[in-house]
């Protein structure tokens, strides 16, 4: 078992890589649509890896998010 010291900063550090992984996917969202709103891929298949990685990278990031934050207000006793 972490003592409460090591389980804040590796719950901050989680925190945080969850909140830069949202980020960074946000920004790519942000910067592949045109003037129009749409998104632009150079085909379907694409489009399908994108989204589906970008996808599993989310939930990857929310566990991160929920996992530090859990482990802060666990270590707070």
């Known amino acids: 078992m ?27 969202r942000f910067n592949r649509r045109t003037i129009t709103g749409m998104e632009v891929f150079n085909s379907y298949e694409d489009s399908l890896t994108t989204r589906g990685g ?3 990278l989310k939930v990857v990031a929310w566990c991160f998010i929920l996992g530090g934050g859990s482990m802060i207000l666990i270590s707070l006793d």
């Open 54 to 56: 970008e996808g599993c």
């Open 2 to 28: 972490l003592d409460k010291s090591s389980m804040r900063y590796i719950g901050l550090i989680l925190l945080i890589l969850g909140f830069i992984f949202i980020y960074s996917i946000n920004k790519k």
